[in-house]
Every structure is written in C-alpha cells, then in structure tokens.
C-alpha cells in the first residue's frame, strides 16, 4: 500500500502541509491510513516530500509506516518512482491511494482491490461521475474502454465536457509497474510526471487495465483549496449526523451541529443548534445538550443536561447531572450521579460527589468534594501556592458557605460546616463550624457624625 503525500497543496494557500488539514477532527491523512488498514495492508509506505519531517512527525502515533522521500515534487508517477527501493522484495498488487482524498470508503477500496484481481488486469483505476468535474483527470473512453486520463489543464474542451473523473487511487500489478514508471515523460504546464500517463503507456504494451466505478461520488472528492476542505468537511458532517438521527438522536438543526466521527451519542437525546463534540466524546440516552455547547474527550452518560455555553474537557458527568450555563470542566472534572454545577463555575482535577452541587460563581481545583455536598456561591480553592498545587477535601454531607475561600491543602470534614465568607487555613473537624473571618463591628451614629464634619 502507497499512500502520496508529498505535495506542496499550494492550493491550500496555507503554511501547514495540504495532508495535514483536518476534516471533523482528523487530519486528511489519518483519514486515508485508517480506510487502508481496513485492506490489512502488508506494508504501508508513505510519500513525504514537502514539509516532511512535520508530516512524519505528526504521523508518529503510527509505528509501522515506511516512508520514502521525493526531494523534488516532480509529479505523481515521480512520488510513486521513490517506493521503488522500499518495494524491491514485494510481490502481487500494490494498492495507491492520494493523501488529499479523505472520503474513500473501506467498502469501495476493497471493491476495487477485488475486481483487480478478479480481472486479472495490470491495473485498475477507481473513477466516478461527478456533476462537476472541474480539476479532475477525466477518463477517456474508446467504444466503453478507458484508453487514456487527460488532466484538466491538458484537455480539450470536448474531453473537458467528460465527467467521469480519476479518483486518485489504483491497484497496480507490482511486477511492470516500476519499469512503465521510468518512461513516462514530463508533461503539463509544470512539467510533472503524471501517474495517470501510466495508462496510455500500458496499453501501448498492450498490458490491460481496467476501471471501478465508486457508487457514491462523493468518496473520491479530493481535497486541493479551502473552499474543498469546508465542501467536505461538510458532507462528513452531514453524513455523521444522518447516522445518530438514524439512531434516534434528535438534532435540531443538522447544519450547525459539528460531531466528530468516533463520537457516540445514545437514543432520545437532543442536540440543540450550535453544539460540538469532539474526539473520543461519548453522550449516553436521553440527554440534552443546549446550544453553544463544546463537549472535547469526554463521557457524558444517561440523562444529563448541559445548559448553554458550556466548555467540557476530558470530563465525565455521571447520569442525571445537570451543567451550566457558562460551566467549565476542564480535564479531571468528574461530577458523580445527579450532581449539579451551576453558572460560572469552573472545574480541574476535582470531582463532585453523589448529588453535591456547585451553583454558582466557584473554582474547584484539585479538589475532592464528597456526597450531598454543598459548595455555596462565589468558593474559591486556592490550590496553587506559587509552587505546588495543593488539594482540597470537602468530605460528605459538608456545607460551604458563600464566599469562602479554601487554602489548600485543606479538609473540611464530615457534616462540618464553614460560615460564609471564611478564609479557611485550617481543617475543619467534623460536624464542626469554621469560622474564619473578622468579627463585624457597627458603630451608632457614625453617618451623622460624618456628615456634620463635611
Ligand atoms: C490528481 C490526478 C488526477 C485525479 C486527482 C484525483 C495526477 C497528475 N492527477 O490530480 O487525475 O483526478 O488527483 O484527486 O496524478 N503528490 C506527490 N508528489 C508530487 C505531486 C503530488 O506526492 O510530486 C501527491 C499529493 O501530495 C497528493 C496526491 O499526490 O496527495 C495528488 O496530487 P495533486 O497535486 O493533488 O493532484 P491533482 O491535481 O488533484
Ligand atoms: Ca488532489
């Protein structure tokens, strides 16, 4: 298996390698190696040319890729020339794929790995019929048989009127690939070797090849320019939506709704517009999530309700909490069964136990917060000192009152109570009250006095 990766993308018109660009939360060529794996490919070798220590890097995650550099992007057929040496023991068919064609199914990929070898061909071409072919090669046909691929800026406008396109991706006999490679000559107005030549050249030694039409045309769009990246991305969108409305998830508005592939969403919950999961996210039955809700790597399980404008991070909130508006569980956030966190509360390293709630205006950082807590209005933990964070415990069935602050490491015990506004240093035994705070002193007739000396 190939995958071409080497090219600038100066379509792109951006600094970040065309293969890096991400569609719903994976980058093209993650995208492309994933649907590969699925043929259980012998080796997968990688054409890297153009910013390629970035793309090797960014590809490190995978350990068993090969890689071979094309210095000089020179053209297709000149990427494909670079596998040679890697290649040299290998047999049978070798399968390319381009590393900007991101929607390629498993399902298509074997299809056409079947029919090549099926057919018996020495090479196969993945086509399909688009209603707009503008920048494909399109298929030249003689009396149904594919005689040649003339790129867009070599084509007459009759063959510009063909609508049956190059996909980008092959099955080739390995054994006179590499040799029908070396004699394709430059052409275009770049000069580049183009791997499509490899058609006329074929069936000039009167070798076969043969087509695979892909039934969704959509598959094969190649991603070269912004506006193609914001066209697929969201048809990805579009189909990943269908499939969770096809599972009973309610979506309110499909078009404004952003979930990325690997998210899973439960039956009867409803997503209001403007919401976006992301990553490994998981959101069990019958939950809501609000508008301008942004879930990253987190478990939401049964029944929970997320209210407008939240941000959640590597969070879990076990079933039936509820969250927000304006709550942010940054990663380490853990909210156990029923738990509440109200508005303008943010959350690190901390969880809240068993119907605890934390309605408004808090910071809980390293923090561990027992059952039927309550954390009352505008409680800060100072977890940080400067130098080390430091943490907090508030044990079950405690009761903060407002504004307190709690200087950690700290622990407010069992049924222990803190009076409002208390600067706690100390722990608080349980089923104590702490108080920490100046005593309030009123002094009579202190206006009248103020304003007779004005
Ligand atoms: C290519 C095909 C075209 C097909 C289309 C499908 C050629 C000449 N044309 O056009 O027939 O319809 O794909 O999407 O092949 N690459 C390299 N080294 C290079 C040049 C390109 O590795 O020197 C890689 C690119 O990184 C990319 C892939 O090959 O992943 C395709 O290159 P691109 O320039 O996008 O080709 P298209 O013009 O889209
Ligand atoms: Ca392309």
Redesign the pocket.
């Known amino acids: 298996m190939i ?9 792109m018109r951006s600094r970040r ?3 890096l660009h991400t569609l719903a939360g994976q980058s ?2 993650d995208r492309v190696l994933r649907t590969s794996r699925t043929l259980v490919p012998k080796t997968i070798t990688v ?4 910013q390629s220590e970035l793309v090797q890097t960014a590809l490190s995650h995978h350990d068993d890729l090969q890689f071979a550099r ?1 210095e ?9 020339q670079q596998t040679r040496s890697a290649l040299a023991a290998t047999q049978g068919t070798l399968v390319v794929l ?4 991101p929607r390629l199914s498993s399902a298509t990929l074997t299809r056409l790995l079947d029919a090549h070898e099926a057919t018996g061909a020495a090479g196969t071409v993945l086509t399909a019929t688009l209603k707009r072919p503008y ?4 298929i030249v046909r003689s009396q149904g048989e594919m005689v040649g ?1 003339v ?2 800026t070599d084509a007459t406008r009759e063959q510009r009127n063909i609508r049956e ?5 092959y099955a080739f006999d390995i054994e006179p690939l590499f040799d029908a490679l070396d004699q394709i000559s430059e052409a ?1 107005p770049k000069h ?6 490899i058609i006329t050249s074929y069936r000039r030694r009167g070798l076969s090849v043969g087509t695979v039409t892909a039934a969704d045309p959509d598959e ?5 320019s912004q506006t193609e990246l914001a066209e697929v991305s969201s048809i990805v969108r579009q189909s990943k939506n269908e499939e969770l409305m096809g599972a009973g998830v309610t979506i309110e508005d499909p078009s404004t709704t952003y979930i990325d592939d690997d998210v899973t969403v439960g039956p009867d919950t409803i997503i209001h517009p403007g919401v976006r999961l992301e990553g490994r996210t998981q959101v069990g039955e019958r939950c809501e999530l609000q508008s301008w809700v942004r879930v990253v790597d987190s478990t939401i399980e049964d029944d929970c309700i997320v209210k407008n404008c939240c941000v959640v991070t590597e969070a879990r909130l076990a079933s039936g909490t509820v969250v927000g508006p304006f709550a942010h569980l940054r990663p380490g956030s853990i909210l156990e069964f029923g738990a509440r966190v109200g508005n303008f509360v943010e959350m690190k390293q901390a969880t809240l136990g068993r119907g605890s709630k934390a309605n408004h205006l808090s910071y809980l950082g390293d923090a561990t917060v027992g059952d039927r807590v309550n954390v009352g209005a505008g409680t800060i933990t100072c977890n940080y000192d400067g130098g080390t964070k430091n943490r907090t415990t508030i044990a079950d069935g405690a009761f903060v009152g407002s504004g307190t602050q709690l200087v950690a490491p700290v622990t407010v015990g069992q049924d222990g109570y803190v009076a409002a506004g208390s600067c706690i240093t100390e722990d608080v035994p349980s089923g104590s009250l702490g108080v920490a705070r100046a005593r309030q002193e009123n002094k009579p007739g202190w206006v009248e006095k103020k304003r007779k000396s004005e």
């Open positions: 995958v071409l990766a080497a090219g600038k993308g100066t379509r390698p065309k293969v093209l060529i054409v890297v040319g153009h094309q000089l992007q020179l053209g297709t057929a000149h990427a494909l381009s590393g900007d064609v920048g494909y090669g399109r691929i790129e867009e396109v190059n996909g980008g991706v275009g580049e070797r183009y791997l499509p030549a094969i769009r190649g991603i070269n």
